[in-house]
């Protein structure tokens, strides 16, 4: 079964993925447990696997590649009036996820979020309107006037951030004694554990050097994994004239996925706001176009469908190639991707150098922040004993 498949079985018989157990608030202290961490990437994962730590009473420094945290939960607070997720969107499990990643029962989680309904034909598949639930939206909902970046940046960040060192390039990760040894291009950190978080696409193009090496297996898991490119788009009109989801067919399934949604949908708005979410084959040709030429193609694309009411009601639109982003490279790892070769993934090495983030879990599922902060949790979990 396919992590697409794991989570639609999900949906169908009505339950979310089952709630982790609060992380106990006392590790053992077997004479291993690490008295400082070095996490490798401020996105869910870094974020999640620092906040925990420190609950734990564990010396943390997070080393951050790039000039800002939240990773591919980048959002935009200037295109609408209400911030625009140009990464992560969904919540694809039961909002319990909340009170899971924030571990804290004294903490009243205030984020809101919304189902789509699936009593009305609101889904528009290839000219037919459908529920959302026949396009594959069953558990998930969208954020109202938030986004992962948000409930993140409310509940997470205050007590991680001081901890974060920004525009951090981890080039060496030396793990070959007692203490892990981690160099950027004119610095040293040492630490008795190691997490690394970093998109699998970073490892596979060689980003760090790891002494030891790592295993065959693992390194075959790391070059093999199908990472998908990816884009979004948010196209702002005058009128509404679309349903909530728009889908198309990829052929193959498998090689990608391309949707219009609404981006307003259960806002506090008044404004009307047309997303596009591409992965896989699904972002051509959008990622080779220039932006005049994008927006053209996008208009001529929605005008096809709906009489041409796009061009008449286009005002602006935002693009974001995450194929581009140097801290990024890509979306995330394949639906349909072997689970064995994820598990490798997250498998930890020496009880040193250890795996969090969307793409290094039990292979169960994956490519998603819910998966990114339950991995983050296994790696704290692991290493506390």
């Not at 420190?54 to 997070?62: F, K, L, N, S, T």
């Not at 007590?159 to 060192?165: E, H, R």
């Not at 070959?176 to 970073?202: C, G, H, M, W, Y």
């Not at 801290?327 to 930890?348: F, N």
Request: charged fraction near 20%.
């Amino acid at each position: 079964m396919n992590r697409k498949e794991f989570l639609k079985v999900c949906g169908i018989l009505g339950f979310g993925l089952p709630m982790q157990s609060a992380l106990s608030a006392c590790g053992k202290d077997n004479g291993i447990r690490p008295k400082k961490v070095l996490v490798i990437g401020a996105g869910a994962a870094g974020l999640s696997a620092a906040y925990l730590l420190m609950q734990q009473g564990v010396e943390v420094e997070i080393l951050e590649a790039s000039a800002s945290y939240g990773g591919r939960m980048k959002r935009t607070t200037t295109f609408a009036n209400f911030p625009i997720p140009l990464g992560a969107e969904w919540l694809h499990v039961d909002r319990n996820i909340f009170t899971e990643i924030v571990n804290d029962p004294a903490v009243t989680i205030a984020t809101n979020t919304t189902a789509y309904d699936q009593d009305v034909d609101q889904a528009l598949h290839e000219g037919t309107l459908m529920r959302p639930e026949d396009v594959g939206f069953t558990i998930d909902q969208k954020f109202i006037n938030a986004t992962w970046f948000d409930f993140f940046d409310q509940y997470v960040v205050p007590t991680v951030l001081a901890k974060i060192n920004f525009n951090k390039v981890v080039q060496t990760i030396d793990y070959s004694s007692n203490q892990v040894v981690v160099k950027t291009a004119n610095e040293t950190f040492t630490a008795d554990r190691v997490i690394v978080t970093i998109p699998v696409k970073l490892l596979q193009t060689g980003a760090i050097n790891f002494i030891p090496t790592l295993s065959n297996k693992k390194q075959n898991a790391i070059n093999n994994v199908t990472v998908w490119d990816g884009c979004k788009a948010f196209i702002k009109f005058s009128q509404k004239f679309y349903p909530a989801l728009v889908s198309f067919d990829v052929t193959p399934a498998s090689a990608g996925q391309k949707l219009y949604y609404d981006a307003a949908y259960g806002q506090n708005t008044n404004e009307h706001i047309l997303g596009l979410f591409a992965v896989g084959t699904g972002t051509q040709p959008y990622v080779t176009l220039s932006d005049n030429d994008l927006r053209d193609y996008m208009l001529d694309e929605l005008d096809a469908i709906f009489n041409g009411q796009a061009s008449a009601n286009y005002v602006a639109h935002i693009f974001q190639n995450w194929n581009t982003e140097p801290y990024a490279q890509g979306a995330y790892v394949y639906d349909q991707e072997s689970w064995t070769r994820i598990q490798t993934l997250g498998t930890s090495v020496d009880n040193k150098l250890h795996f969090a983030g969307d793409a290094y879990t039990t292979g169960s599922d994956w490519s998603s922040v819910h998966t990114a902060a339950r991995s983050a949790r296994r790696a704290v979990e692991e290493m506390l004993g």
